[in-house]
């Protein structure tokens, strides 16, 4: 499967965005899907992550209350609805797939198998 992320891009403080991450290939099987940013100088962190076929979802602390994961699985399309944007957000965010119905390790990007090229969101002050 190949993911494609979007909709990046410069926002002020308390301001939204949304991301999409398109799927494309092998799509009709099960994946686990998520959301991991990746700030200058820092690790790779988790954001978010949902079930193909459940309404499960799965936040970072950090963003809990703010943002929303959500998927169309009829456009195979993964979403990120970011509200309450902080200066801290800002990040290269990545979406990513693990095969399989439900990834238990979900926080960590090991249990990733494929990974979308990324979209910068930079918040400012």
């Known amino acids: 499967v190949q993911l494609q992320a979007s909709g990046g891009g410069l926002a002020q403080a308390e301001a939204s965005l949304r991301l999409s991450c398109a799927a494309s290939?092998?799509?009709?099987?099960?994946?686990?899907m998520g959301w991991f940013r990746q700030a200058p100088g820092k690790e790779r962190e988790f954001v978010a992550a949902?079930?193909?076929?459940?309404?499960?979802?799965y936040y970072a602390d950090s963003v809990k209350g703010r943002f929303t994961i959500s998927r169309d699985n009829a456009k195979d399309t993964l979403y990120l609805q970011m509200n309450s944007l902080k200066p801290e957000d800002t990040a290269v965010y990545y979406c990513a797939a693990s095969p399989g119905y439900y990834t238990p390790n979900y926080a960590s990007a090991t249990s990733y198998t494929h990974w979308g090229q990324g979209t910068l969101v930079t918040v400012s002050s």
């Open positions: 949902q079930q193909r076929s459940s309404s499960s979802t």
């Open positions: 290939g092998r799509t009709g099987s099960s994946y686990f």
